[in-house]
């Protein structure tokens, strides 16, 4: 039962374009996001979260939005730079635990 | 300010094996997670260690285990390796229940 799905496994965007990472999830008692971008032979980094007492975070080129009635989320890098080809994933924070999604693989075309 | 650490990198075992994983937290963080990260799939929770007590645990057999130290470092052991068991093991360390910090992870090939 995947409680936090990214639908799409990947994406490619012009280098200075927009990018958007969307996120779905299930349980509605989950109260706080995080997403990470994780490049190969590393551990996911920590890039952004929101609160579920907001519906957007701002910080630098990335802002997150939170639609509470959808169950939605989404990451969006503006201007998109050929360094933030990595996979991201969506992540919800519970009493002690991290929930993943699958991850979205962006690739920014220089 | 050093961050997680884990060791083995890479590690080749073969089926019913046993293996031992070893995470350093990062400096003032008494909190350990060890995940699961099978190949296309985002990393799945194992358990977590607070202050050398198991805190929590995910829907994994009671062949995976662990331990945590007076320093707070971790060590994931796995016995009876079966082949599904090949996959990145990610070691997150935090402050309490603050936000997760990861170590670059152990690929761990069960042939």
């Known amino acids: 039962d995947q409680q936090v799905k990214q639908n799409s496994p990947s994406l490619s965007v012009q280098e200075g374009r927009i990018s958007i990472l969307n996120c779905d999830y299930t349980?509605?008692?989950?109260?706080?996001f995080l997403w990470y971008k994780k490049y190969p032979a590393e551990g996911p980094t920590f890039l952004i979260s929101?609160?579920?007492?907001?519906d957007k975070n701002e910080d630098g080129r990335f802002t997150v939005f939170l639609n509470k009635s959808a169950k939605h989320l989404s990451l969006h890098i503006v201007p998109s730079q050929p360094g933030d080809s990595a996979v991201y994933f969506c992540?919800?924070?519970?009493?002690?635990?991290?929930?993943f999604g699958t991850g979205t693989r962006l690739k920014v075309l220089a | 300010e050093t961050g997680v650490t884990q060791s083995p990198t890479h590690l080749i075992k073969t089926r019913g094996q046993q293996v031992t994983l070893r995470c350093s937290s990062q400096?003032?963080?008494?909190?350990v997670s060890w995940y699961q990260q099978a190949l296309g799939q985002g990393p799945q929770f194992i358990f977590q260690?607070?202050?050398?007590?198991?805190?929590g645990r995910g829907n994994f057999p009671p062949r995976f285990s662990g331990l945590q130290f007076p320093n707070y470092s971790s060590e994931l052991n796995v016995n009876a390796l079966e082949l599904d068991d090949s996959a990145l093991y990610l070691c997150?360390?935090?402050?309490?229940?603050?936000?997760?910090?990861f170590g670059p992870g152990t690929r761990l090939t069960v042939l």
């Open positions: 400096s003032g963080h008494n909190t």
């Open positions: 992540t919800s924070s519970g009493t002690y635990k991290y929930i």
């Open positions: 260690y607070y202050r050398e007590e198991e805190n």
């Open positions: 349980n509605s008692m989950f109260d706080y």
């Open positions: 997150a360390s935090s402050r309490d229940i603050a936000e997760q910090f």
């Open positions: 929101i609160s579920s007492i907001k």
